[in-house]
């Protein structure tokens, strides 16, 4: 178990900014930065990361937290996970803690862990006498260096029904991720499970964060019933759609460079590394989809096309064309020599042959729309050329800048001898029919999207949590004081429950030393439920309870003690107001009821009522009177 101390270390050491830019293009707005969401389809960035407290708040989807959150949530991994995660990422060493100790129970393992065990099996498989053949693939055919095999973590499955699966076993990996991630198949005839990769090379496929969640294996068998490249099944971990093969290693040089080479298969992208092309990636052998665009979109604003020059590879590029312009990426094509890919032609040409190659022969989107459409005999005759003009404008009208629609349809204009006004006509009718169709497609997400219904957070338990959170910077006074108080409160809204609790808890771990501060951005993680981190992270990103702080910051003291009189004032209203609330009911029984002996029972119960308020009151003035003058 990861100590509190090294969690608050690890979390000091990361800058969220830096670590959240990984994934999201971040803008600075004001004191904070702001990118659109990843949680969610949206227009207008809602998703806010503020340095200064180091956690994130979505307003679109209402998740917040802080750094192991967001790596949480993105990475689909375990709290001690995202710790280890960032710990590197800041380079902090806290192997003393994670390194790995005899389980009790296999069920402990994460499907994460079982990931990485599986990639490390196939990866030790190939380095072993059992790899020889597709080592000799992999190293003498395909021309990969050690080191590459390396990097990518490529490994092997032999030909064997129950190599992973015996392996497995007697490393304690529970049968059911196996199942999960598709690393076994059951036959329903014999009742019995066998591998699913079986002789095939294989392919980790990373996260962006750098973590196994899947693999793709080609075959090296001549079986014509098999297919040549089988990947894992889509799960949570695993969303072939949703994930770019090689850009871990490739997001850097991409942000460097400003624009991204896009490849279709697992070798092209191993081949152009190899080469020192290392901003290239893949999009895993099927046609780019529109998450995948976004996901190109956080690194820059230019994509070079390398797609095979058979029609297939034409038809996923012509496809890729119109998902990357929605996104507001400007594509760029290169066609290579029919019957090359990018593997086979930089293994023969060498590494500056292509990069002069593709230079030369690099088109701008609309050139190469023109060049697909006259190869392919579309202008030959007027209907032909009228339906791929058609074509050419509806690849503008995707394009969200108005000016650069301008100036493309300027260009198609002058290049194809059409007149500007028949072509803006044309792009009226484009932009009217997609302006539709995007309304269309908002309703139908709206109606699909169930709303999260939530109990709604009283202002009184707002302004309690929010000076309890704050309270951790400044001491220990007010958890103090709400631990000693604690059998007096008990919230309504279950995750401001759920919070005071956890905060609690902790100031009693932490009592016998009373230097020892509770770091409320690395302790948000920590809290039970998503609910509860949400809600603490958006109280923290909102401006302080008292705006007197903003007048005094130079004084520790007295923005502390500010801190504390608020919370007991809300503390004070909280056990006040049920029991106010309860006096005020009988009141109103008192006024209605005929009965004289039900009447003298409620006027007791009235008189008592209003002396424990009476009392309580008079407790809890005391209390902060005392608390207040000894801070």
Excluded at 11 to 17: G, P, S, T
Aim: charged letters at 25%; a negative charge; hydrophobic letters at 35%.
């Amino acid at each position: 178990m990861i100590p509190h101390t090294a969690i608050d270390d690890v979390r000091q050491a990361a800058d969220i900014v830096d670590i959240i830019s990984d994934y999201l293009t971040l803008q600075p707005s004001g004191r904070n930065y702001k990118a659109l969401s990843p949680f969610t389809r949206e227009k207008t960035p809602s998703f806010v990361v503020s340095p200064e407290k180091q956690i994130y708040k979505c307003f679109s989807t209402g998740k917040g937290g802080n750094v192991f959150s967001f790596i949480m949530e993105m990475e689909k991994v375990s709290f001690p996970e995202a710790v280890e995660l960032v710990a590197k990422r800041a380079g902090v060493d806290i192997s003393r803690f994670t390194e790995k100790k005899e389980r009790e129970t296999p069920g402990e393992e994460s499907r994460t862990e079982t990931l990485r065990w599986a990639a490390k099996f196939f990866h030790q498989t190939l380095q072993g006498s059992e790899g020889k053949t597709a080592s000799a693939y992999l190293g003498t055919e395909r021309g990969l260096s050690e080191k590459t095999i390396r990097s990518f973590g490529l490994g092997y499955a032999p030909e064997s029904w129950e190599h992973l699966f015996n392996a497995a076993k007697r490393s304690a990996i529970p049968q059911e991720h196996l199942v999960d991630l598709g690393l076994i198949t059951h036959n329903k005839q014999r009742n019995s499970w066998y591998d699913t990769f079986r002789n095939r090379v294989i392919f980790p496929v990373f996260s962006v964060g750098g973590q196994v969640v899947g693999f793709g294996g080609r075959t090296l068998g001549n079986d014509p019933h098999a297919p040549k490249y089988l990947n894992s099944p889509e799960s949570a971990l695993f969303e072939k759609s949703k994930l770019l093969y090689g850009l871990h290693a490739a997001k850097n040089e991409i942000r460097r460079m400003e624009s991204a080479i896009l490849v279709e298969g697992y070798m092209d992208v191993l081949a152009l590394h190899q080469a020192g092309i290392t901003n290239a990636v893949a999009s895993c052998g099927t046609s780019l989809t529109r998450y995948q665009a976004k996901i190109l979109q956080r690194y820059t604003r230019r994509v070079l096309f390398i797609y095979d020059a058979d029609p297939a590879g034409l038809k996923s590029m012509i496809t890729g064309i119109e998902t990357l312009l929605a996104e507001g990426i400007t594509p760029f094509v290169v066609m290579l020599p029919s019957g090359d890919d990018p593997d086979s032609f930089i293994r023969r040409e060498g590494r500056e042959k292509f990069l002069q190659f593709t230079e030369a022969e690099k088109l701008q989107f609309l050139e190469f729309q023109i060049r697909f459409f006259s190869e392919s005999g579309d202008f030959e005759q007027p209907e032909e050329k009228s339906r791929s003009i058609r074509s050419m404008v509806h690849t503008i009208a995707l394009i969200p800048d108005r000016i650069q629609q301008e100036l493309y349809l300027q260009e198609l204009a002058e290049k194809l001898s059409i007149s500007h006004s028949a072509l803006l006509e044309l792009l009226g009718k484009q932009l009217e029919a997609e302006g539709k169709k995007s309304v269309s497609q908002e309703r139908r997400t709206e109606v699909n999207v169930p709303k999260r219904v939530n109990k709604e957070l009283s202002v009184l338990e707002k302004t309690f949590l929010k000076a309890l959170l704050e309270s951790t910077g400044y001491g220990n006074a007010v958890l103090e004081f709400a631990a000693s108080h604690e059998e007096m409160l008990e919230l309504s809204h279950p995750a401001a429950q759920q919070i005071f609790t956890h905060m609690i808890r902790r100031y009693h771990e932490i009592s016998g030393n009373p230097e020892e501060r509770i770091d409320i951005a690395s302790e948000i993680s920590q809290f039970s439920t998503p609910e509860s981190r949400d809600l603490a992270s958006g109280l923290m990103m909102d401006q302080p309870v008292s705006n007197k702080w903003h007048e005094q910051t130079d004084i520790h003291a007295e923005r502390a003690k500010q801190c504390l009189e608020m919370f007991i004032d809300a503390f004070t209203n909280l056990i006040l107001d049920p029991l106010l609330r309860q006096k005020t009911k009988i009141t109103e029984k008192i006024l209605h009821e005929i009965d004289t002996d039900k009447e003298i029972a409620l006027q007791e119960e009235h008189k008592a009522l209003t002396t424990k308020i009476s009392k309580t009151t008079k407790d809890l003035k005391a209390t902060k009177k005392n608390i207040l003058e000894n801070l």
